[in-house]
């Protein structure tokens, strides 16, 4: 479980330190990733979200579960357990739920800190399958860095797969859209990687409270 200190402590000073940080103007460059790009070092494996995190029945709307923060602009989506297998799913899932539709549907992750990568596990009930079942557009702050579509796949019990994707700029959010013919989904195991500086901020918070504790216990 992550340290509720620590991650204040990386927040702080991921804030005191973002003067340090050099803005480029280089537009981004996008790029399909791989899973396990997404869950080896330096992710934090108690920065994966696999929504165990939540009772069943939670509503994911304005919830945030291990420093990410879900919004939808339709209110709807609740985790729930039990679905038929699929890969990179595990038992507790985020699902779609009263409101949603492919149409006009949003889900917006804000993240604990800047990040080059963000990836997660789908799946989707669909009747046309489509080579845009998923799409992630990134935001750094309010600009647009750009976006990327996934196809979903026989995954086994449904169409799905891996969305992951990375970013030459740094990014604060990204938002999850799904094709028109997906009349559901599930989304599970998000993750993402920070950005070095970020990475770096984060390491220095978990020294400094190991030698805050180092010294009370002198």
């Not at 959010?173 to 997906?182: E, K, L, P, Q, V």
């Not at 989904?185 to 400094?208: K, M, Q, R, T, Y």
């Amino acid at each position: 479980m992550k340290n509720p200190r620590l991650f204040v402590t990386c927040q702080t000073l991921l804030g005191a330190g973002l003067f340090l940080i050099v803005g480029t103007s280089a537009p981004a460059t996008l790029m399909v990733l791989p899973s396990v790009s997404l869950f080896t070092s330096p992710v934090d494996p108690g920065a994966v979200v696999n929504f165990g995190e939540v009772s069943v029945g939670t509503a994911l709307h304005g919830q945030t579960i291990k420093g990410f923060t879900f919004s939808e602009n339709v209110s709807g989506t609740v985790v729930n357990s039990g679905l038929p297998s699929a890969n990179n799913l595990a038992d507790a899932v985020a699902q779609s739920g009263v409101g949603y539709s492919p149409a006009t549907y949003a889900l917006t992750v804000t993240m604990p800190y800047r990040v080059t990568n963000f990836g997660f596990g789908f799946a989707i009930v669909d009747f046309v399958p489509t080579p845009h079942a998923v799409t992630i557009t990134l935001f750094d702050g309010a600009t647009n860095l750009g976006a990327l579509s996934y196809g979903a796949y026989p995954n086994p019990s449904f169409d799905g797969g891996f969305a992951g994707i990375g970013s030459t700029t740094p990014f604060t959010s990204a938002r999850i859209t799904f094709g028109s013919t997906a009349t559901q989904f599930a989304i599970d195991n998000i993750a993402a990687v920070p950005e070095p500086a970020s990475f770096a901020l984060c390491w220095l918070a978990g020294a400094v409270l190991g030698l805050r504790r180092a010294r009370r216990a002198v």
